[in-house]
């Protein structure tokens, strides 16, 4: 089993950067893909950004491309989204989760989930 426990959130203007941190623990997450997800208020959770077990891959949605960065450190056993150039519509709930494959399947991400962190973006 694993345990995921996001950190990082909190309030800032638009424009500004936020760098949230995804600690797992229970054992490694070597093997497996990462990603982190958003929820805001009204509307469903929506992938937005991926990576390998590797960290060869990546992928990210429209929305977010060009502005977040995926990256992990495994011996860390941690995963971080790097988020630039905040915009209010960025506003949500982020969770990192945790999929059993070591490669992305969007539509079927996610066995371990974390509480997940508030992002909130002033305009």
């Known amino acids: 089993q694993v345990q995921l426990v996001e950190s990082g959130g909190g309030l800032v203007q638009a424009g500004a950067s936020l760098r949230l941190s995804c600690a797992a623990s229970?054992?490694?997450?070597?093997?497996?893909?990462m990603g982190w997800f958003r929820q805001a208020p009204g509307k469903e959770r929506e992938m937005g950004a991926a990576?390998?077990?590797?960290?060869?891959?990546?992928y990210y949605a429209d929305s977010v491309k060009g502005r977040f960065t995926i990256s992990r450190d495994n011996a860390k056993n941690t995963v971080y989204l790097q988020m630039n150039s905040l915009k209010s519509g960025d506003t949500a709930v982020y969770y990192c989760?945790?999929?059993?494959?070591?490669?992305?399947?969007?539509?079927?991400?996610?066995?371990?989930w974390g509480q997940g962190t508030q992002v909130t973006v002033s305009s």
């Open positions: 989760a945790a999929d059993r494959r070591g490669y992305i399947v969007a539509g079927t991400f996610g066995n371990y």
């Open positions: 229970g054992r490694t997450i070597s093997s497996n893909a």
């Open positions: 990576i390998t077990s590797s960290g060869g891959g990546t």
